[in-house]
Structure formats: structure tokens, C-alpha cells
């Protein structure tokens, strides 16, 4: 039976075959990461801290992640290994629901804490922690050496808390902050989205390549 | 009959092989795949997969459209409600056998 459970989840697994999964989550890192550090560089009315530009900054993020992933699929991997279309609950509802249920009870916790002035420097390692525990829970599980990424992603999110401020000050300025949020909690922010998008891409890189290595399109129609 | 061993020979015999299983498992966790992924998936031969989907379109438990991507064929494969019903009674029985 547990062969069965496995193969009702390799159709999940093949979405990752090819690496585009990862790119797509360490492109988005890197574009928070820099719209982040851009806003703790930059004075407060700057252009990076103006809603009418973070709308279409993170709508053209996400349109690249979406059309490129989409193209990769279209051009490489469907010629190569073939077309796999998800149920719309696997696609929509799922995601939906589970961003719903972890960015709810977090953006809450995350507007008490800074409405009621709480010191955010000692929990600040909790975001890398939870970033490399749903990289083990959606990649790791299914290639052995991606547990090497997830180690990484793990000690670099800890080494990133245990950083000393006159570090972190390097990465923000005060003055470009809200007074809500201190230097070491941007600075930890910016350095763990950073650490996560470089890590997947380079990940996504890597199975990219292997993929590309190992398979090839058949040389005629397959049926 | 002892109920457990009634179970055993209640087993869906189209769905028990197992070439035709992992077909089963795998298009029932997808809205749709084509020929070449079950090709990779499974390991199977041309030859052997098609002889498999033909037997389970025959049941009805799988679809199956022939179409065109560009200029390339493409054989897209679905499993239907009652192979879908058929899996889940398939994998109860089974479970409740062991």
C-alpha cells in the first residue's frame, strides 16, 4: 500500500523534475529581498516605499514566475518526460487555503507584536527556520541531496539571527525604517529571503541541468 | 466465505495487475496526463502501456483523446468517475484484506 501512496504522490514530486519549482521560488526571494533592502536604504519617500510601486513590482515578480515557469514546461519538459495537468484543488484551492491559514494567524501575530512595541530581535531567526522546514516539506522529501540544501538553508537562517547589530546595520538604516521595526529584524529579514532565494535558485540551477543531462525528447511521436 | 477472504477475491481484477495499477494510481492523482508521462513514470514499453490503457478503456476507467501539440500527436489520458470510484474501492478492499 505504501507503493500505491507513493505513486499518488509522484505527480506532485514531477512538477519539481526539472527544477522550475525552485527557480521560481528563489526568483521570488531575490525580488523580495531587493525590493526590502531598497526600502531600508532608500529615504522614506523614496520611490520603494510608495504602495502605487509595490503593486506592480510584486504583479510583474509574479507574472515572470508564473509565464516562465509555464514556458519552461511548454518548451522542455513536456517534450521531454510529458504533460502532467493538475486538479484545480491541487492548483487553487490548496495553496489557496494553506497560504490562507499560515499568512492569516502570521500577519496577525505580526501586528500585535508591532502595535504593542515587542521586542521582534530574539524571535527573528523563526522566519528562516519556517522557510527551510517548507523547503524540506516540498523538496527535500523527494531527492536525497536537496536535504544538503535544506541543511544549508537551516545553519545559514541561524548564522543570519546569531549576527551581531554593527553587521546587520550595514544592510538597513534606521532612518529608512518604520519605528516599528528595528535595524536587526529588517537586516534579518532582507538577509534571509536573500540566503533563501539564492539557495533555491542555485538548487533549481543545479536540477535544471541534471535534468537536461539525463533526458532528452524522443526522437519521434511517442505513440 | 470468511469476509476477509471475500475481500481478496472482491479485488477489481482489471485494476489489480500491476502495470495497470500503477496507471491507475498515477492518472488518479492528476485532471489529466499524456502517453509519454506514464511512459517515463511507469518503465513500461510503448507496447505494453497501450495494451494496458486499452484494457482499462475497455472498463471504462480511462479516457482517452489523441490530439495535436504544434504538429506533434499527443495521446491525452484521463481517468474517468467510475475508474476513479473503482481505484478508491480498490484501495479500501485491499487495505481492509490486509
Given at each position: 500500500m505504501d507503493s500505491v501512496g507513493n505513486l499518488l504522490d509522484r505527480p506532485r514530486q514531477y512538477y519539481n523534475i526539472d527544477g522550475v519549482g525552485e527557480l521560481g521560488l528563489g526568483f521570488m526571494g531575490l525580488a523580495v529581498a531587493l525590493l526590502q533592502w531598497l526600502q531600508a536604504t532608500?529615504?522614506?519617500?523614496?520611490?520603494?516605499?510608495?504602495m502605487y510601486l509595490f503593486i506592480p513590482y510584486w504583479s510583474c515578480m509574479c507574472l515572470v514566475i508564473h509565464y516562465g515557469s509555464k514556458a519552461i514546461k511548454k518548451h522542455v519538459t513536456y517534450p521531454r518526460t510529458g504533460f502532467v495537468e493538475y486538479s484545480k484543488w491541487e492548483t487553487r484551492w490548496r495553496p489557496a487555503i494553506v497560504g490562507a491559514v499560515v499568512a492569516i494567524p502570521v500577519t496577525a501575530g505580526l501586528a500585535i507584536a508591532l502595535r504593542s512595541h515587542w521586542n521582534l530581535s530574539a524571535p527573528r531567526s523563526f522566519l528562516g527556520l519556517l522557510l527551510a522546514a517548507s523547503y524540506i516539506y516540498g523538496f527535500a522529501r523527494t531527492v536525497r541531496w536537496k536535504w544538503a540544501v535544506a541543511a544549508i538553508l537551516t545553519i545559514g537562517s541561524i548564522a543570519i539571527a546569531l549576527l551581531p547589530t554593527d553587521v546587520l546595520s550595514a544592510v538597513a538604516r534606521d532612518a529608512s525604517l518604520p519605528r516599528e521595526i528595528s535595524v536587526s529584524v529588517a537586516a534579518t529579514l532582507i538577509l534571509t529571503f536573500f540566503l533563501y532565494g539564492v539557495t533555491c535558485s542555485m538548487s533549481g540551477g543545479i536540477s535544471f541541468w541534471l535534468y537536461l543531462r539525463h533526458t532528452q525528447a524522443p526522437s519521434q511521436e511517442v505513440e | 466465505m470468511n469476509p476477509q477472504l471475500r475481500n481478496i477475491a472482491d479485488l477489481d481484477r482489471v485494476i489489480h495487475e500491476p502495470g495497470r495499477l500503477m496507471i491507475v494510481a498515477l492518472l488518479f492523482a492528476v485532471e489529466r496526463s499524456d502517453f509519454l508521462y506514464l511512459l517515463h513514470e511507469t518503465g513500461m514499453n510503448k507496447g505494453t502501456l497501450s495494451s494496458h490503457l486499452s484494457k482499462l478503456e475497455e472498463a471504462g476507467y480511462v479516457e482517452i483523446e489523441k490530439t495535436y501539440r504544434g504538429k506533434v500527436p499527443q495521446t491525452l489520458l484521463r481517468l474517468t468517475s467510475a475508474g476513479r470510484k473503482a481505484f478508491e474501492q480498490y484501495r479500501r478492499k485491499l487495505k481492509e484484506a490486509l
Open positions: 532608500t529615504p522614506k519617500d523614496a520611490i520603494w516605499h510608495q | -
